[in-house]
């Protein structure tokens, strides 16, 4: 799997470790739309999370894919800046993309380009921020 | 004057987020042809409380809790998806004996959810008969974990390491009375419901999920598997002593409302199967690990998944060795599937509507989190 994919994607993937059943990649904003597609066509179908990580000092996207056959999953992280950050949707791969990708852009800030309706969908239309980013307080003094 | 096809004009209608058949604050922007809905957009978020910020403010343990308040119909589901993630970071395991009591309460937990999900699924379709069985029964098992937990409700009563405490004299002996109980009750419940013209009517052949869209959509649960996968998270990644339990993955090949309904049922009926042999295997022993009052996990991160009644409910946590969590990511069941509500209702009547919303069985409290 890790040499077919790089054989396809090339240089695109930062990193690539199996830990357990999970295959943890770690891969170039360019190729996040091509190596979903290569994942669902070998049988991860299941989009079961796409959510984000802010540390404080990085920000990163992150996919689950999982094959309901073999209990496999696939791990992609996708590195993007904090602030104006913006990344391909992977809509057009999985339908199932759309609402975790407006979370993300509601909650964290993370443009989605090529998502068919990227509006809020847990907060109000005319909230300003992005709560779960670190630099939000958590509570207000 | 000539009366030919009179002109309409597409109306757009709200509902909710006050509507009883949306099964609490959901709102549904409808665009309606006449009757007929050929758009829907659900309007969420009103139940918002910032959880998976509020956890990066609390201890672990602080946060469990919280996590009772997402699907509060089956709080012992987010209470051990947390956990186990939790526990995986940390390397605890709880012992044998807290294992199978984890079960007891979370089949205890699955059965109380599809017995609402029968009561107001029947409710929605104006059986207001099944509403008061299915809350006849359930009430049983609310006395059964108030006995135990000394809540009904939410429970809090998966702990890092084990559970809140070991179950009281007597608790077994009701325990198996229930067990035996239920059955019996199900069979009215399928001469009264299952059998019923209008219900097979209202239900059989409505709101089709073909099985490729709900994988495609990332459904999972009953509502997947009413879809004809068997896609059981006991099964495919068995945490606790799942494994060592015998029971059926339940799917139904229907694909529709009436698919959804039966796997529910004979789910409950596999729940009673598993929950007496946990009683008939418990082993004696310790119902608590030792943990570190100050939990400061090494740095790394863990995915716990959950059968939750509704589906996979997940919870990715990502530590850096603090006593907080750096991200607790919460993934609700419902809020997929609430997802792929628009696709399933497109070209169905508006009463419909409220039979396909209520055959997802959501809860809002894990959807708007």
């Keep these: ?141 | 004057m000539s009366v030919g096809l009179t002109p309409t004009e597409q109306v757009i209608l709200n509902m909710g987020p006050q509507h009883p058949s949306t099964h609490g604050v959901l709102r549904l922007r409808l665009t309606l042809d006449g009757e007929v809905v050929v758009g829907c957009d659900p309007v969420i978020g009103y139940l918002h409380r910032g959880m998976e910020k509020i956890a990066e403010n609390r201890t672990y343990a602080q946060f469990i809790p919280y996590t009772d308040r997402l699907d509060y119909i089956s709080s012992a589901s987010n209470n051990e998806a947390f956990v186990l993630a939790v526990e995986r970071i940390a390397g605890i395991e709880a012992p044998p004996r807290a294992q199978y009591l984890r079960v007891i309460l979370l089949e205890l937990n699955r059965i109380a959810s599809h017995l609402v999900f029968v009561a107001t699924f029947a409710n929605d379709l104006a059986a207001t008969t099944a509403f008061l069985y299915g809350f006849r029964e359930r009430e049983v098992i609310m006395d059964l974990f108030e006995m135990w937990t000394g809540a009904r409700l939410t429970q809090s009563w998966i702990r890092i390491g084990g559970v809140g405490s070991d179950i009281p004299e007597g608790f077994e002996k009701k325990a198996h009375e229930f067990c035996r109980m239920l059955g019996p009750r199900l069979d009215e419940y399928d001469q009264l419901l299952t059998g019923n013209r209008i219900f097979r009517v209202r239900t059989e052949g409505v709101g089709v999920l073909p099985p490729e869209v709900g994988v495609d959509y990332a459904c999972s649960g009953p509502t997947l598997r009413g879809s004809g996968v068997g896609f059981d998270l006991r099964r495919a990644e068995p945490y606790e002593v799942y494994s060592r339990l015998g029971f059926d993955v339940v799917t139904d090949t229907a694909c529709d409302c009436m698919g959804r309904y039966r796997v529910r049922m004979e789910e409950m009926r596999q729940s009673v199967h598993i929950i007496e042999q946990c009683l008939d295997q418990l082993p004696e022993g310790e119902v608590q690990a030792k943990v570190p009052r100050a939990l400061r996990p090494s740095a790394g991160e863990a995915y716990g998944r959950v059968e939750s009644p509704r589906g996979e409910f997940a919870c990715y946590v990502v530590s850096d060795g603090g006593t907080s969590p750096l991200r607790v990511r919460l993934r609700a069941p419902s809020f997929y599937h609430m997802a792929a509500l628009p696709e399933m209702v497109r070209g169905w009547k508006m009463g419909d509507l409220v039979a396909i919303l209520g055959s997802l069985d959501i809860v809002l409290g894990e959807i708007d989190r």
Aim: charge should be neutral; hydrophobic fraction near 40%; proline fraction near 6%.
């Design chain 1, 1 to 141: 799997m890790i040499d077919n994919l790089k054989a396809e994607i090339g240089e695109d993937i930062e990193s690539a470790e199996q830990v357990g059943r999970e295959l943890r990649l770690r891969v170039r904003p360019a190729a996040l739309v091509a190596c979903c597609r290569f994942c669902k066509e070998r049988g991860y179908r299941y989009p079961a999370d796409i959510t984000a990580v802010d540390t404080g000092s990085e920000m990163r996207v992150v996919y689950r894919l999982v094959s309901l056959e073999s209990g496999e999953h696939v791990v992609i992280s996708v590195g993007v800046p904090r602030t104006g950050g913006s990344l391909p949707s992977v809509t057009g791969v999985f339908k199932g993309a759309d609402w975790p990708e407006r979370e993300v852009y509601d909650l964290f800030g993370v443009r989605f380009i090529g998502h068919p309706d990227l509006r809020r969908i847990l907060l109000t239309d005319d909230w300003q921020g992005f709560p779960l980013l670190k630099t939000v307080p958590a509570q207000s003094k």
